[in-house]
Structures are given as C-alpha cells and as structure tokens.
C-alpha cells in the first residue's frame, strides 16, 4: 500500500518527487520551463531548430544554461499557474520511474502555510490533482510539520522528539518561514514569513554583478550556481568590509568566476578554489594558528601563479567577486539594509516564539531547526545564533539543529508519513472532493 | 461544486488588470524616494529581467508533445466556437499567468475578522530598531551620502559620479 504514494515536495524553486517509504526522493528538479533567449538563439536555421525547444524541469540542470528565459508557475512561493504547473507535473510522471497508474496511488502534496486559505490557488490545485492527474486521494501538508517529523525520528532522544514540539525555520527559494510545530501539528498563529528568500538573493547579485562588472541580467541559472558556490554568511561585517576594501592578496574575499564560453566549458566555475576559500583562515585563527601559518607559507609559495591569477583575462567572460559574496546572504539578517521593512531573521524566530504559549517558549528555543536551501550558506547557523542570543532570555537555552541535507528534509519527512499506518485515513479522497468541494475537503488538512 | 463562491461575496470583473509593479508603485506614492524603492525590491522578485509580452500569444505552440489528443481537441472546438469579443477576453484572461497579488486580491483577506491568522497576518513586521546600515549601492561599502533625487546612498564622489551617470532615477516610474 504505501510503495502506491507518491510525496511531491512541490517547492518554488526545486520539485522533490519520489516514492513514499524510500530513504532519497527519484528526482530533485528545477520548478520551471525554460526557453532559450530569442535575442541569442543562434543564427543558422538547423541551430534554432533544436534550441528552440521548450526545456522542462530536469532537461534544464542539462542544457546549456546561458540566457535561458524561465517560467515558474509559482509566484512569492504560491501557485499561480496551475497550467504550467500541469505540464512540468505531467512531464515528471511520464519520465521518471514513478507507478505508472495514478488512479490507484495518493499524493502527499506540500504547501506554503496559507495556501489552502486562499481560494484562488487552492481550487486549481485540487482540481489539478483529481481532474487532470486522477489521483485516488490526496493529503496536503506543510513543510515545517513534515521537517519536525524527520527531525524527530532521526533523533529520538533529542528535544524535538521529547517534547514534540520545534521551531521550524525553513528559509527556502521564494520566502522565509518560521513556523512553531507542537504536537506534530504548526501552530498557524505562530507563523511569521520574511520575503526573501533564495530567488531575491540570486537577483540581488545578478543587480549587483551587472552593474558593477558584466550583464548577467539573463542568467539566472548561472548566477544561482555563483550565489551557491561563493557566498557566505559574515559573523563581523564591518570587519569583512575593511578586509574586502584592501588590495592585492590581503583581499582575503576576492575571487574570480569564468562565465560558460559555450565551446570548451559549458557550465561556468570559480576560477581558483584555493584563493576562493581564502577567507575561511578568518574563522579558523582562533581555533588553529597553525593551519594559517601553514596557509601563510602555501600562499608565498604560489606568489607566481598569484600574479598570473590578478590579470583578468579578456579573452575570457569573467567577473571578480568580493564584499558581494557576504553582502548578499546579509540580506537574510538585515532585510532593512535592503530598503525592506521587515524585521531580520534572528526577530522574525523571536516574534513567532513570542506569539506562542509562554509555557513552549523554552523548549522552541532549545529545538530551532533549520530547513531549505538558503540555510546552505556556510556558518547560516552560526550567524542565526548570535543574532538570537541577545534577543533571548538569559535562562534559556538556544540551540541550532540543521538538518543533514536541508532540501530534502521536507521529502524525508513526507516519505516517513506516507508511510506510516495512519496515512490513508487521514487522507481526501477522489470522491471525497467531488461530493464536498476544495474548500470543505481543505478544511480537514488545517487543525 | 464549490462552496467557496458564496464566501467571496464581492464580484470582480473577469478582465485582468494589467498594471506593471512599476505603475503600481507608482500611484501608491507620489514621492521618488519611495518610488524608486519598492520598485527596486519589485524587481527582486522577477524570474527575467525583461517581461515577456509576447509569450501569451505563442502559448500554444508551446505545448509539449504535438500528438497530445485532448490539445488537439481543444484547439478544434476553439476553431469551430464563434469568437466574441467576450469570449476572447475571458480565453487570454484565463490564459495569462495571474501575478500572486492579484489571487490575494481576489481572497479578499481583510475581511476576515483579526484574530484569525492569514497571509498578512503572518509578516514578520517592521524590525524593532529603525537604524539601518547604509551601504553604497555602487560599490558596496559604508556609504554617508544619499542622492537628494532618488535616495540612493553612496560613499564618496566618484561613486557619486557613477550613481548620477548611470541608474539615478532608474527605478522611477
């Protein structure tokens, strides 16, 4: 019975999209269709021919990804297009090796907290699963509960487990949510969204790289993959700033990106690793002295190669990078530094803990789990515990669990309940949504 | 089928508004400064830099396999229907994406009564602290100076220079 569920993490930024009961989702693709650029499609007629086609969801991570339009059927993380939505869903069922007949299998569907409660997007979602697709039943859950419920199993003595209850932090591609889970259930009063997330950190550094080296406007994909692999979370800004201002090799944050030519590389990469993570000695100095000493002989030793590295290389399309790769995950923690005004991570944890029951406000301290893409930036945990500490009472504890592989901790978890005995019971069904409706079988997800 | 109709008792034209984020911006404040920020955070939320307009009209031709029989279908009983003007309308309302905002429109959540949590209920609010670091949009770093036309900060003269030549004013509608 439960190999017949399929869990569909149905993110604005990546579909997760496996098998209920296994350990790792089949595929984790891109939400979007993506068309190459009309302006830069090639010119001969054989070549815009095949590079015309519409890309959809896993044919993008392995196309070329210059100049590709997207288009995602999600908007500030809610779906708004359900017919978009329809053909990427469409396409996933038919490639990837799912059960082949949907009739006879359920969905575990994950949604935003509040998706249910705006008619507009949950009519075309119930109507997406049960008319277009036939599924036999359905049952939609948020992300947080699903995150609280791996936590939980994966670790049974820890205070997730215990006191069944957690903060849910899950900073994802199109917004942040923070999100109380007590009893397995999240409290919806105690949700508190921060918009931004992953997709306006990515534009904010495709604004700044294009205005201050070369236009990336259209390369979303590749400016994702710099977002990734360069930026970091600062635990000193000022510092950072002074160190990114200075010249030559005490620039401890400048580093090179080489742009994707289209002939012998395809794909763009950071220039120099070594020189890329130059900056992570800051961190270590006080834990090793001698591993910067050590650095600090490796660096005079490759003083040739450094000075071949400065030139920047115009036959190359390439960009150099320096207090950007701090300032842009920043934005997490200080969205009014951006003109947003909105609170920063660490007060948006403190006013959602607040708003619960004061008896809970210990243990949601002590069990803050961090989920999504976006809490990848090295030392994100860090970072959110010092900015919390001083907001919090002295007496009680903080502690910052990040799960193993964030993206998939939603899938994990829905995988764990769609296995579990309960599942079907809890379930709409097909019938269920033709006799009452979307909005009275809605009513039975929400507590 | 659904009962949600009867909820949402105010009627709405079947017309989209097509009003730009820019515009919106725009008549909600008369003010540069303003202006020029919101719609610098509208554009973070952009998937392309460029709005297509031309991309509902060749929609069709974007459908995945040409064999789908219900596309096929689809497009007959579209070629054999009389086209009205009205008809049309509704077809490219349906078809054009509809921008999240306007679904939120449409829900019309401020009716509801305050202690019932919603979206808008769920941001995270105005932070505690008004002082906001400044940094120069130029180039990044602490910046004390702001641009008196737009608001814009920057850090010293030639970022000025560059800020005047290039995007001052940019975002105004």
Redo the contacts between chains.
């Keep these: 019975m439960s190999s017949n569920v399929i869990v569909l993490d149905n993110g604005g930024g990546y579909i997760k999209i496996g098998v209920g009961g296994e350990r790792e989702p089949t595929a984790v693709v891109p939400n979007?269709t993506a068309?190459p650029n009309s302006s830069t499609v090639g010119t001969t007629a054989a070549s815009s021919a095949s590079t015309k086609k519409?890309l959809?969801a896993d044919e993008i991570t392995a196309a070329d990804p210059t100049s590709l339009?997207?288009?995602?059927p999600h908007?500030?993380?809610?779906l708004?297009?359900p017919?978009?939505q329809r053909?990427i869903w469409?396409?996933l069922f038919r490639s990837l090796p799912l059960p082949s007949d949907l009739s006879v299998s359920s969905l575990l569907l994950t949604q935003p907290?509040?998706a249910l409660?705006?008619?507009?997007?949950?009519?075309p979602l119930f109507e997406l699963v049960f008319e277009d697709f036939n599924f036999r039943s359905l049952y939609v859950s948020d992300s947080a509960s699903l995150v609280h419920l791996y936590e939980a199993s994966r670790n049974p003595n820890g205070v997730a487990s215990r006191t069944q209850c957690s903060l849910v932090v899950d900073c994802g591609f199109s917004f942040t949510?923070s999100v109380p889970v007590f009893q397995n259930f999240s409290l919806?009063?105690g949700?508190?969204?921060?918009?931004l997330g992953g997709?306006?950190l990515t534009?904010?550094l495709?604004?700044?790289v294009s205005?201050?080296a070369i236009n990336v406007?259209?390369e979303?994909l590749i400016m994702d993959d710099v977002k990734e692999k360069l930026c970091s979370v600062s635990l000193d800004?000022?510092r950072d700033?002074q160190i990114?201002?200075k010249s030559g090799k005490d620039n401890l944050f400048r580093c090179t990106y080489v742009l994707p030519d289209g002939v012998t590389h395809t794909k763009g990469f950071v220039k120099d690793m070594d020189e890329a993570q130059r900056y992570v000695t800051l961190y270590d100095e006080a834990i090793s002295p001698k591993a910067v000493a050590e650095e600090k002989i490796e660096q005079t030793n490759v003083m040739g190669k450094y000075e071949d590295r400065r030139r920047i290389d115009l036959t190359k399309n390439e960009f150099n990078l320096?207090?950007?790769r701090f300032?842009v995950p920043e934005m997490i923690f200080?969205?009014?530094?951006?003109?947003?005004?909105?609170?920063?991570l660490a007060?948006?944890v403190v006013?959602s803990i607040n708003s619960c029951n004061p008896l809970l406000h210990p243990v949601l301290y002590e069990s803050i789990i961090l989920t999504g893409g976006s809490t990848l930036f090295p030392r994100f945990a860090e970072r959110l515990e010092r900015e919390l500490r001083p907001l919090v009472p002295d007496d009680y504890r903080v502690k910052i669990t990040t799960l193993e592989d964030p993206i998939l901790g939603v899938w994990q978890g829905g995988s764990l309940l769609a296995s579990s005995p309960e599942f079907d019971a809890m379930c709409v069904s097909k019938a269920d949504f033709?006799e009452l409706?979307?909005?009275?079988c809605s009513r039975r997800f929400v507590q | 089928m659904d009962d949600d109709m009867s909820t949402s008792l105010r009627r709405m034209s079947s017309r989209t508004r097509k009003v730009a984020g820019k515009m919106a911006a725009a008549l909600a404040s008369s003010d540069n400064r303003t202006q020029a920020a919101l719609a610098r955070l509208e554009a973070l939320e952009n998937d392309n830099a460029a709005v297509e307009a031309v991309e509902i009209i060749d929609d069709d031709e974007a459908s995945l396999d040409d064999e789908d029989q219900a596309y096929i279908q689809r497009k007959q009983s579209m070629n054999m229907k009389r086209k009205t003007r009205q008809g049309k309308a509704r077809e490219n309302a349906k078809k054009a994406a509809r921008t999240f905002l306007e679904l939120l429109h449409e829900a019309n959540l401020e009716s509801l009564p305050p202690h019932v949590p919603s979206y808008l209920k769920a941001a995270v609010g105005p932070p505690s602290s008004t002082s906001r670091r400044n940094l120069c949009t130029v180039c990044g770093f602490t910046a004390n100076y702001t641009c008196v036309r737009c608001g814009v900060r920057f850090c010293c003269i030639q970022c000025q220079n560059i800020h005047n030549d290039t995007r001052c004013l940019k975002f105004v509608a």
């Design positions: 979007c068309r519409l959809i339009s997207l288009r995602r908007d500030r993380g809610y708004v297009n017919d978009l053909d469409s396409h907290p509040f409660s705006l008619p507009s997007v949950r009519r949510h919806n009063y949700i508190k969204r921060l918009d997709k306006a534009n904010f495709k604004e700044l205005y201050r406007m259209d979303t800004v000022p700033l990114a201002r320096t207090n950007e300032l200080r969205p009014a530094d951006l003109g947003m005004n909105e609170a920063g007060e948006c006013r033709e409706g979307s909005a009275r």
